[in-house]
């Protein structure tokens, strides 16, 4: 670890952690062995939070059956509750609702609402737009369908980290241009931004911690059918036209310090805040990539600012009230 990399204690703690137990880089490990060491490394800190969960298949008009899990706080489950559609991280190769377990509940009690995760078809064997359209898929059907979740459609956001985040945002331009569903916020955790992985943060941070530019190679191989593609404005967002961009609802955008991402979602907040929408950006330093995600890092400053402003910021976007 070299001399310039800001980490918490907690954070080099788990970072210090990872190293002694010697797992192969990612870049070397299969599908099936990349989703299986995610997982055991969740299960070690494993957090029991109650909330209401229920899973459930959508049928959607753009991508088939989906499998959805619904998360909603215990205490006010009954009630018509704003909704957010949760796209999750993992390289579009890692990642489903046990391992996204703990975020995904924190998310739904601490905003007091009904949270979506989808769980999309992950690569290699689904390669895009598979997993976009299902996103895009279970966004419909929720937003058209609300007496069906008792939701509030008129209070709906759409969250993500990492590639989810990617596909968040992805998702958000696809439905203004195509006057689909319409999101009051977008949340986006240290968004997948820009495939040409040229920032300085790729630069300073190839080899980690947590995350490396090879990682990132390795994912974006997975995911892409054709490396031309690499520049479409649904995998690099940062590419989009500003015209796209106008009319997109709030953003928030959070990125970290230690982070191959960091500049990609950082400009990516500067684009949006030029085509006029409403953003905000925060650096959170001291941390590193997925530390939303990690249960090992739930209980750091870093996550638990991060959760308490992202519901802070939705709750004032979902009421506030229209213009007469």
């Known amino acids: ?28 490990m299969t599908a ?10 969740q299960k070690k800190d494993f957090i029991d939070i109650e909330a209401e969960l229920k899973d459930i298949t959508i049928l959607t008009e753009y991508a088939g059956e989906v499998s959805v899990r619904i998360a909603k706080p215990k205490k006010n489950s009954g009630e018509k509750l704003p909704a957010i559609i949760y796209a999750h991280g993992g ?40 997993a976009l359209n299902e996103i895009y898929g279970v966004m419909d059907y929720v937003y058209y369908n ?12 759409i969250a993500g980290d990492s590639a989810g985040a990617n596909m968040a945002a992805a998702t958000i331009i696809r439905a203004k241009l ?14 997948v931004c820009d495939a040409s992985m040229k920032t300085n943060s ?44 106008k009319g997109l609802p709030p953003a928030i955008i959070i990125t970290a310090e230690n982070d191959v991402l960091r500049d990609e979602g950082e400009e990516y907040a500067r684009r949006l805040d030029e085509a006029g929408v409403e953003v ?12 939303m995600m990690l249960n090992a890092l739930q209980n750091t400053c870093q996550t638990k600012s991060v959760l308490r402003l992202t519901s802070a910021l939705l709750k004032e ?5 229209k213009p007469d």
């Open 32 to 41: 099936e062995e990349a989703r299986e060491f995610l997982s055991e490394l």
């Open 91 to 130: 390289g579009w190769v890692m990642g489903d609702k046990e391992v996204f377990g703990t975020l995904i509940k924190k998310l739904a009690i601490e905003t007091n609402s009904a949270v979506f995760f989808v769980e999309y078809s992950r690569s290699p064997k689904a390669k895009y737009p598979t």
């Open 146 to 157: 609300p007496q069906e979740f008792n939701i509030d459609n008129e209070k709906m956001a």
């Open 202 to 245: 790729y630069n300073e941070f190839k080899n980690g911690p947590w995350l490396t530019k090879k990682a990132m190679e390795y994912f974006f191989e997975a995911y892409l059918p054709d490396e031309r593609l690499r520049d479409d404005k649904y995998i690099s967002i940062l590419k989009a036209p500003i015209e796209d961009l």
């Open 280 to 291: 905000i950006n925060f650096r959170v330093n001291g941390t590193i990539h997925d530390f």
């Open 317 to 321: 976007i979902f009421n506030k009230q």
């Open 178 to 191: 195509s006057s689909g569903p319409q999101m009051k916020a977008q949340v986006l955790y240290y968004p």
């Open 1 to 28: 670890m070299t001399e310039k990399i800001n980490l918490s204690s907690e954070v080099k703690e788990f970072i210090e952690r990872i190293e002694a137990a010697g797992a192969k880089p990612l870049y070397e």
